[in-house]
């Protein structure tokens, strides 16, 4: 069941799918300075169950268990900020938690502008080559006309 969210969750639930995809070394890259913050939850590894469904539709199973690791930050100005990313890298998890809590200050545009909008249109671009390469895969099946079928 999908329950519709509020404007401002779907927008941090978007900005939050960016963050955790990105290539750690391009977010690193693109947020070389970090601002002032407090580890809340400092980075930690761990794992969690990644469920599956038959067909995309059917019944939830459990398909494995996936690395992840998962930071919660607060700014010196008062924003609170959480990531979880998959893999081992922490630096990853801190980047995305510190620019989630600057999406929920003063500085949203700026981060929207320089960090997330890049990071946007690189991954857009790898699922557009991603989806050339299945294309070019692509088989297109016919049936003849047989002279019995007629």
Known sequence: MNIPLPPDDARRRDWMAILAKAPPARLAALMPDLPAHDLLR????????????????????????????????????????????????????????????????????RIEAEILDPLRREAEARRRTRAAKAAATRVEFFTLVRGEDQ
């Open 42 to 109: 400092p980075p930690q590894i761990g794992t969690v169950m990644v469920q599956g469904r038959t067909g995309g539709t059917g019944a939830p199973f459990n398909l494995g268990e996936m690395t992840v690791t998962r930071a919660s930050v607060r700014l010196g100005t008062g924003e609170v900020g959480h990531a979880m990313v998959q893999g081992r890298d922490k630096g990853h998890a801190a980047r995305a938690a510190i620019t989630d809590a600057l999406m929920q200050g003063d500085a949203a545009a």
